[in-house]
């Protein structure tokens, strides 16, 4: 029973370590540091592709929304929503 729980607590942490990416932007969209940055991406596997989160850090409101194809983000797959910081 101990080592079912070991594998399982260890499978467990590898699928869920691959399901998301996060990353810090400067004001240019470059990667940078948490401490330069002015955006934060959160983005996740889902079952119909990536869905990647962009926000304002300030406020932690959502900037950006878009289902992609691949975890790189460059082929979209559907429409993406965007928003104003106010």
């Known amino acids: ?7 399982a607590l260890l499978l467990s ?9 996060e990353a810090y932007y400067d ?4 990667p940078c540091q948490p401490e330069a940055a002015r955006f ?5 596997k889902t ?6 989160k962009d926000y304002f850090l300030g406020t932690m409101q959502l900037q950006m929304q878009a289902l992609y194809e691949d975890s790189d ?3 979209r797959n559907g ?3 965007y928003f104003h910081a106010n």
Do not use: P, V
């Open 1 to 7: 029973m101990k080592n079912f729980l070991i594998h």
């Open 27 to 30: 004001y240019n969209w470059k």
């Open 40 to 44: 934060f991406s959160l983005t996740e």
């Open 73 to 75: 983000c460059k082929i």
């Open 79 to 81: 429409s993406g929503y």
């Open 47 to 52: 079952d119909s592709g990536w869905l990647r």
């Open 13 to 21: 942490s590898f699928s869920t370590f691959a399901q998301k990416k």
